[in-house]
């Protein structure tokens, strides 16, 4: 018997005011019971402090007294509760203004407030100090807030040039010389300078902003130096410089221009003295939080080959109402999928357009199922189709119609935008790649851009996570876990590529086809397929799926196949082919259940039934497995919304609202409990959320950690009741501590991730209690500051099953809830609630 997806329909009944979080318990201290070693470790932090100080003190007379400290944590210090912001690096002395990598603190600072910080860490107690606990009856540390800070800082070191740049000069000026780069750099700031006639009331930086200007204006004739938007304040001011074959007066414009009529644009410099003395002059002011290299768009090509033989594509019943994509990318042709066409946006002329790569995509989406069988897809064809035609066949041309990537991305986003408001599109394929490899410590612009057009429009964009060079792809995956292991140890520069790492978004990676031979692995992962996690708190790629096999043989091919621009079937391999058939499910979960489906709901839903494909899943692959497929597999869409009698899946989709938390309180499945009221059975959470994110805080971009904690009754011998945590996240290592440090909690159980999932299997039976409970709670990295007013959206995705498959959970579990509880199909629960 079938058992549809159930929404809980009044999940606001079950907020309640928040469980303040404790804070991590304790001060720590990191150097117990080892008192020489602190007292070694104190007199290094006076030495950096030292040394910090001195340059500063150096600098000062060129930029004012004022630079930027990182403050580098050892890797159990991560937690929020054991960073040195209170009785070292407090409010009143320095500025925090960002983060690198995790665990990488940067600081405003000047030589009075580090000489103060130096007087408090020297004034940090030299031996452990402990205390009997009458509560725990155990003997604990409890050092001095003093002593706990210094102990939690690795290291401190002054923001020099070699963070700020990471390119070689020379590969910079033929790098700029593309057209599609716009020839500029892009330098990002700490701070904004204000204008000239407000220096007066910037204090002790106002020396730093004056520096900053001044030292452009001496750069001489051709400089233009200009402000990129920024949409959000949680983006870094960021500025395009741009040396150009010109004898004007340098052009320095520090605020962002509005309605300004456009110039025209001088022909670029390749003349590396001058740009030596740029980069020297940035690199080396302590205004400059980073300089970089523009972004080059590239579409994630993989081999077409047309074969001879005719594809058919089924024809569209305009009366039915379809799934819709739009596909942004360089057009679809009229001659293979024209009847599947619903809009264009097509600013490109005919002889800039290249749509092969655009076609073959769209047949996926149109018939995907058909053209390659069961084996590679089961969910329904027929999907229609919104041509984004933006990307040009020639670097010459993308200059012609967009000055850089950002002009590119703002053609993007009015086409999503055209797209959502007349035809309500709203998940769309972008399979294209920028030419740079995904930081773990930097959230980059373009991600960041593509969220905000995510945010803004509501929409939902599937992004390849990028193809191998065909000369250094790896070889093929092999037959067992152990040799699995080897190829990826040995792998090199094979990470995703931006815009992957979106938050908001999904990222797909690519497996094998099924049944191509010996020589080919089913399912395992594409040797050309990168992989993840780029920025370290997500999961990236999201999901995989097949996308043509990268040694192709005779007569399969690459055993993927789609159609050409002239309607014949072709067969090709690339991520970028694997993205369309998970953005497919997405539409259609999209269209079949009524209504406005969150976009979290979505995600959810594919994350919640995503499988780790089969080469992957020894557990020693565990790691392998999330950097290559993130979530796995994703599942045919009709076992998305029904699953069988044994199982129930309940959704909750809501907000949680500043100080507040879900708990959703229920009895386990009486036919799963057993003697002493002992429950077993399978459960699995999914928790998807949308926290504000801030591209200035690096690897910790999102402000806000939404937790979900499933909980069993516990009854103490005195009567005392507490609640138990029963799942454990899906990719947490084994570890001898039920408790790990934070490093390894963000690193492999997500903390922090907006994506996380959980599960755990109870075959004999645990507790002595029917009585459970699921709460979703959050916590702020900054003492709920950043928590907004209206919230943060959520969708928790709860199953509980029977792994024999033998006791009718559905049946029992919805009876037992309906006392209680509104329940509904999510597939029509749009009638009788406004958010899905």
Not at 699 to 720: H, K, M
Not at 791 to 800: C, D, N, Q
Not at 812 to 823: A, E, G, K, P, W
């Amino acid at each position: 018997m079938a058992s549809p997806v159930q929404i809980v329909l009044n999940p606001n009944n079950f907020s309640e005011d928040r469980d303040k979080p404790g804070g991590g318990g304790p001060k720590t201290d990191f150097f117990l019971d080892d008192d020489i070693g602190f007292v070694a470790h104190r007199q290094n932090v006076l030495q950096q402090l030292a040394d910090v100080t001195a340059s500063l003190q150096r600098q000062a007379p060129a930029f004012g007294p004022v630079g930027f400290v990182k403050v580098i944590l050892r890797r159990k210090a991560w937690a929020k509760s054991h960073r040195p912001l209170h009785a070292l690096f407090s409010e009143r002395r320095t500025r925090l203004v960002g983060n690198l990598d995790l665990g990488e603190l940067i600081v405003e600072a000047t030589p009075q407030a580090l000489a103060e910080i130096a007087g408090e860490v020297g004034r940090a107690e030299d031996h452990t100090q402990k205390r009997f606990n009458e509560r725990t009856r155990k003997i604990e540390a409890v050092p001095t807030p003093r002593r706990s800070e210094t102990g939690a800082i690795e290291r401190l070191e002054l923001y020099g040039a070699g963070d700020r740049r990471q390119f070689d000069l020379d590969q910079a000026v033929v790098w700029l010389s593309n057209p599609k780069t716009g020839g500029q750099y892009e330098v990002e700031l700490f701070e904004i300078p204000p204008v000239p006639a407000n220096y007066d009331i910037a204090g002790f930086r106002r020396q730093l902003f004056e520096s900053f200007t001044a030292g452009l204006q001496q750069i001489g004739t051709g400089l233009d130096v200009h402000a990129l938007p920024r949409r959000t304040g949680g983006e870094q001011p960021t500025y395009a410089v741009r040396l150009e074959q010109s004898a004007q007066p340098p052009i320095v414009r520090m605020l962002p221009s509005v309605g300004e009529r456009g110039r025209d644009i001088a022909p670029f410099d390749p003349n590396r003295d001058r740009h030596a003395r740029l980069v020297k002059f940035l690199e080396s002011h302590p205004l400059v939080k980073k300089i970089e290299l523009p972004g080059i768009v590239i579409r994630s090509d993989g081999v077409v080959r047309t074969r001879p033989q005719t594809a058919t594509i089924q024809q569209r019943d305009r009366a039915k109402a379809w799934p819709r994509v739009g596909v942004i990318d360089g057009g679809i042709s009229d001659a293979a999928l024209g009847d599947w066409v619903v809009g264009r946006w097509d600013p490109l002329a005919a002889q800039d357009m290249d749509p092969g790569h655009g076609t073959f995509i769209g047949g996926i989406l149109v018939a995907g199922s058909a053209l390659n069988g069961p084996q590679t897809s089961t969910d329904a064809d027929g999907v229609e189709l919104y041509d984004i035609a933006v990307y040009p066949n020639s670097d010459t041309a993308f200059a012609t119609y967009y000055r850089d990537l950002t002009g590119f991305l703002d053609e993007v986003e009015n086409a999503v935008a055209e797209a959502k408001a007349q035809h309500g599109v709203r998940v769309f394929n972008f399979s294209m790649n920028v030419q740079v490899l995904v930081s773990a410590g930097h959230y980059s612009k373009v991600a960041s851009r593509l969220d905000h057009i995510a945010d803004t429009h509501d929409v939902l964009i599937f992004i390849s996570a990028g193809n191998l060079n065909p000369n250094a792809g790896r070889p093929e995956w092999p037959a067992t876990p152990d040799l699995a292991l080897q190829l990826m140890a040995a792998s090199q520069n094979d990470g995703i590529q931006v815009p992957a790492e979106s938050a908001r978004n999904i990222a797909v990676g690519a497996l094998n086809p099924a049944g191509l031979g010996a020589h080919s692995v089913d399912h395992a992962p594409a040797r050309y397929s990168r992989r993840g996690p780029g920025l370290r708190a997500l999961v990236k790629p999201d999901f995989a799926f097949v996308g043509g096999s990268g040694s192709p043989t005779l007569p399969a091919g690459h055993g993927l196949y789609s159609v050409a621009p002239n309607g014949s079937l072709a067969d090709a391999c690339g991520t970028s082919y694997a993205a369309p058939f998970v953005a497919k499910q997405a539409a259609i979960l999209d269209a079949e259940i009524e209504g406005d489906v969150s976009r979290e709901t979505l995600i959810a839903l594919l994350a919640h039934h995503a499988q780790t494909p089969l080469p992957l899943s020894d557990k020693m692959l565990n790691v392998i497995a999330r950097q290559l497929c993130g979530h796995g597999m994703t599942a045919p869409v009709a076992s998305v919304l029904e699953g069988g009698d044994h199982q129930i899946t309940l959704v909750f989709a809501t907000r949680l609202e500043k100080d507040r938390q879900m708990n959703f309180r229920f009895s386990w499945p009486s036919c799963l409990v057993g003697a002493g009221d002992a429950c077993r059975g399978s459960a699995r959470l999914t928790l998807v959320s949308s926290p504000p994110l801030d591209q200035r805080f690096g690897a910790e971009f999102t402000r806000i950690n939404v937790e979900a904690a499933l909980q069993q009754e516990q009854i103490s011998r005195d009567g005392e009741v507490s609640w138990k945590g029963q799942l454990k996240p899906l990719y947490l290592p084994p570890s001898g501590t039920e408790h790990p440090y934070e490093a390894e909690r963000v690193e492999h159980g997500m903390k922090w991730s907006p994506v996380k999932t959980s599960g755990t299997t109870m075959p004999k039976g645990r507790g002595v209690s029917t009585n459970w409970r699921l709460v979703v709670s959050y916590l702020s990295r900054t003492d709920n500051d950043e928590m907004p007013e209206e919230g943060v959206p959520f969708t928790g995705i709860l199953t509980i099953s029977d792994p024999k498959k033998e006791q009718p959970v559905f049946q029992v579990m919805r009876q037992q809830l309906l006392q209680s509880v509104q329940i509904a199909d999510i597939r029509t629960a749009a009638r009788v609630v406004s958010r899905v």
